[in-house]
């Protein structure tokens, strides 16, 4: 189902919902800690809170002590690893209350949104919800919220009939792409990069237009609070 370009707006923002400045993430074999903690739900293990707990700190002072870790029972060593891969993305300089800049966006064709507030907040588990509120031009407010992590896994979105899930994936520790998924069908791409101050995020979003089947082309700039 493509997106008319005032719903491309609205829904522009929820796609890259976790940060992804500082520290670098380990690559796992296939398939991924993350993924088998998402599949079999570690998020309860204590090895998982442990190595959650070790790659937040590892991160936050560009180390990494996961390889001292050892575990008798191979379900332990995968839980621990889940949550530390979960820990390395680093999310705190994206924690808090990012505005849109209208003046510095661009939106193609538009229009673009009065105004837009997005508040990210850490999960236990490690994944990043992300509340994005926005009013339209004609003062029509809209709620989207979405909970996500690193694993190119779908994610359920909630407060939009256009967009039902979002997938991301992580390409440096500055950037990362998304995709904006309807019915499984890709409806949009989305790239987000953030400053290295994290005090600027740009996301550019890419996507059809449903009344016309023009190309949407938005750059969006938000600046943190």
Same mark, same amino acid.
């Given at each position: ?7 491309c ?14 520290g ?29 707990? *070790? !790659? =937040? #700190? ?10 001292k870790?050892?575990? /008798? %029972?191979?379900? &332990? ?66 709620v ?6 690193? *694993? !190119? =896994? #779908? ?12 997938s991301l /994936? %992580?390409?440096? &520790? ?28 740009t ?20 600046d943190?609070?």
């Amino acid at each position: 189902m493509r997106m008319n370009s005032r719903q491309c707006v609205w829904v522009l923002a929820l796609v890259l919902g976790a940060g992804i400045t500082g520290g670098s993430v380990r690559v796992a074999a296939s398939p991924s800690p993350q993924d088998q903690a998402h599949d079999q739900d570690y998020s309860k293990d204590k090895t998982y809170k442990q190595g959650l707990s *070790d !790659g =937040k #700190d590892d991160s936050a002072h560009n180390l990494d002590h996961s390889k001292k870790r050892h575990f /008798k %029972k191979d379900d &332990d060593q995968k839980a621990y690893e889940a949550g530390y891969q979960i820990g390395r993305q680093d999310n705190q300089h994206i924690i808090g209350t990012w505005k849109l800049n209208v003046a510095a966006s661009k939106y193609s064709p538009g229009p673009a949104p009065a105004s837009e507030t997005r508040v990210y907040e850490e999960e236990p588990d490690g994944a990043t919800k992300v509340t994005v509120r926005t009013i339209d031009t004609e003062g029509h407010p809209t709620v989207i919220e979405v909970a996500e992590n690193y *694993d !190119g =896994k #779908d994610y359920p979105v909630t407060g939009s009939s256009y967009a039902d899930a979002t997938s991301l /994936k %992580k390409i440096n &520790d500055y950037r990362a792409e998304a995709n904006l998924l309807h019915a499984k069908t890709v409806v949009a791409t989305i790239v987000r990069e953030v400053s290295e101050d994290g005090k600027k995020m740009t996301i550019t979003f890419k996507g059809a237009d449903e009344d016309q089947g023009r190309q949407v082309n938005n750059i969006a700039i938000y600046d943190k609070q």
